[in-house]
């Protein structure tokens, strides 16, 4: 990050604060539409980072929303609905309810159960409205459905009178690092939907996959992601199915735009020892595996430094937690109190999968950074108020 925007922030913001680039941001989806098949078409998996999505309306082809805060947050971001793909082990009936009364563009719902399968049903009949489903193959877990559930759905889909089968989703996973595990989804994907063809003469419209595209995020792990890419968009181009692919991407898309800054506020040697406690912790900073204090993730100092005449520092976090270790022994030439870390790669479920309440510590801001300007999108928040009982509730 620029000096002078490090500057700029530390003067107008308190730490920790999250700070996301939205142009980064937009050069990360364009990267990624340029490296892949242009056969492909981008969903964003909005349980990534919530923050960004007004930013890339225009920029991607659908939005993944899991529950009714995610699908709230589209709304009041004036999401194109018809981008919109509900999806989620728990789809609440009243909200499904409220969303196929209110906005009948929604583009499409996908099947997790049978529940959800009668649910959608029954509801497009109520309601006289024609609903866009994805039926999602389950991988294996509490998500989706067997293949036999969705062979059996086929095969009554005229029952089904307005649910349109548009076809399948499928996610299996993240930080994926190897083409050979994607490649083998590819050709099982390939043969369930020749097999559906061929047996029930259903031409699935679309295949949306959860690729779990990796993110790097520890000093060592960089990868050659242009021949990764490359080598996945064949294994896609090589596909016997011809129909519409979305590829649904999280961490791939947003990780990249984030920096959490978080300053050193105290220090001290126990024990021989070094230990630097930061303002921010764990509950700010996820990474994948949570393994973060055993390596090394991208980051600068500020201010900059040379790295002569280092002293290892373990870098604490401000919960009251011997595991709020952020990173063990980092080489750090004249730590100061005032020093300020600078994560990167923190622009994806840091902010949300955080263990946020714990010790009812405030909520960081959140900015976003745009042609060099900082724009402020949430104050720091207080939450001790939902950590305390509340003896007035009637
Ligand atoms: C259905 C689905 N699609 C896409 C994603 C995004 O995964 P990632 O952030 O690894 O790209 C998730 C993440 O949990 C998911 O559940």
Not at 15 to 28: A, E, G, H, N, S
Not at 50 to 72: A, H, L, M, Q, W
Not at 274 to 282: E, K, R, T, V, W
């Amino acid at each position: 990050m620029k000096q002078e925007i490090i500057e700029n922030i530390l003067k107008n913001h308190e730490t920790p604060i999250y700070v996301f680039d939205i142009d980064k941001l937009k050069q990360r989806i364009k990267f990624l539409r340029e490296n892949l098949t242009k056969r492909l078409e981008l969903c964003y998996a909005i349980k990534a980072n919530t923050f960004i999505v007004k930013e890339i309306n225009d920029d991607v082809d659908r939005f993944e929303v899991c529950s009714p805060g995610e699908y709230s947050i589209c709304e009041e971001s004036e999401i194109t609905p018809e981008k919109i793909v509900i999806s989620g082990v728990y789809k609440t009936p009243s909200v499904i309810e409220h969303m196929i009364t209110t906005n009948p563009k929604i583009g499409r719902y996908t099947v997790e159960s049978q529940e959800q399968l009668k649910l959608l049903d029954e509801l497009s009949k109520k309601y006289n409205v024609k609903l866009n489903v994805l039926l999602r193959l389950t991988s294996g877990n509490q998500f989706g459905i067997n293949e036999e559930d969705i062979e059996e759905a086929i095969a009554k889909k005229d029952s089904y009178t307005n649910l349109i089968f548009e076809g399948i989703q499928y996610f299996s996973g993240t930080q994926k690092r190897t083409n050979k595990r994607l490649q083998k989804e590819i050709d099982y994907l390939d043969e369930f939907l020749a097999r559906l063809e061929e047996k029930y003469g259903f031409i699935s419209k679309e295949l949306e996959f959860g690729t779990g595209f990796p993110v790097h995020y520890f000093q060592g792990e960089e990868f050659d992601e242009v021949e990764f890419l490359k080598e996945f968009s064949n294994g896609i181009d090589n596909m016997k199915y011809s129909g519409k692919i979305v590829i649904e991407l999280g961490r791939s898309i947003a990780a990249s735009c984030g920096y959490y800054l978080t300053k050193v506020v105290d220090k001290k040697t126990n024990k021989c020892q070094n230990y630097a406690i930061l303002d921010g912790g764990i509950h700010h900073l996820v990474y994948y595996g949570q393994t973060m204090a055993m390596k090394f993730p991208h980051l600068e100092i500020y201010p900059s430094r040379d790295n002569k005449s280092t002293q290892e520092w373990n870098l604490m976090g401000s919960l009251c937690t011997v595991n709020d270790i952020i990173i063990k022994q980092y080489p750090v030439s004249n730590l100061q109190v005032g020093d300020v870390f600078i994560f990167k790669n923190t622009g994806a479920y840091c902010m949300t999968e955080g263990i946020s309440l714990f010790l009812s510590r405030e909520l960081p801001e959140v900015a976003l950074l745009k042609v060099g300007e900082l724009k402020l999108v949430r104050k720091a928040y207080k939450t001790y108020s939902l950590n305390q009982a509340n003896y007035y509730i009637n």
